[in-house]
């Protein structure tokens, strides 16, 4: 079966240290996006990639990290340095470099801060 | 710049009745404009996408959406609600510019009453 995967689904991170997230597809796809998602408000953006070895910021950037060295893999960092983590991550990538091309989200992992 | 509203945060309809999900939309240009389900805990998927064709757009699960560019809105409307219709609906509009992003509303939590 053809997807995004992420994983954990649900990740627990004490204040002060870094996270990784996992961001799997298996579609092919040239761009992969970063969201945000809290409660009460639309998805924001947080990082994007248009193609390997290359990403760019999105609208929420400060305090995250990615990379793109796979095209099918596009892991999310939240450094220390993120003030309020705690929150619903999403992954979604679309075939061509097009945010209006149709977004296949994953299931999302959801971060807490203790 | 672009913006989109979601005019309501929960809609409760009977199951059988319609449903009318209220989104208006601010461009200064001809946009993009979807709207995306997301189940609880889940990612979001695609339910329809007005890319400047026919104005009635049809999406999966019956739902419909009419684009209307003299009130600018894009109203999600299906005329017969289902149990599994309960969900969180997102309307997007595309920001235009060089990275036309997308730009999430604030959704609208759907109940569906027995």
């Known amino acids: 079966d053809g997807g995004i995967t992420q994983s954990p689904k649900y990740l627990f991170r004490k204040e002060g240290q870094n996270v990784t997230l996992s961001c799997e597809q298996n579609?092919?796809?040239?761009?992969m996006y970063w969201y945000r998602q809290d409660p009460g408000q639309g998805l924001r953006l947080i990082y994007y990639?248009?193609?390997?070895?290359?990403?760019q910021k999105g609208d929420i950037a400060e305090g995250y990290s990615v990379s793109r060295e796979k095209k099918e893999s596009f892991p999310l960092t939240v450094t220390s340095a993120q003030k309020n983590p705690t929150a619903f991550y999403l992954c979604a990538s679309t075939p061509q470099n097009s945010f209006t091309d149709t977004q296949y989200f994953g299931p999302g992992t959801r971060l807490t801060v203790l | 710049a672009q913006s989109v509203t979601q005019l309501d945060s929960h809609v409760s309809v009977s199951e059988g009745t319609p449903v009318l999900l209220r989104c208006n939309y601010s461009?200064?240009?001809?946009?993009?404009l979807f709207w995306y389900v997301q189940h609880p805990n889940k990612g979001l998927q695609l339910l329809l996408k007005y890319t400047s064709a026919a104005t009635l757009v049809k999406g999966i699960n019956g739902f419909e959406a009419e684009f209307k560019k003299s009130e600018t809105s894009f109203h999600l409307t299906k005329p017969s609600a289902h149990m599994s219709d309960a969900a969180e609906y997102f309307c997007?509009?595309?920001?235009?510019?060089?990275?036309?992003?997308?730009?999430f509303g604030t959704g609208t939590l759907l109940a569906v009453q027995p």
């Open positions: 579609l092919n796809h040239d761009a």
């Open positions: 990639s248009q193609i390997v070895n290359d990403f």
């Open positions: 997007v509009v595309s920001a235009g510019g060089a990275t036309n992003k997308l730009i």
């Open positions: 461009s200064s240009y001809s946009p993009s």
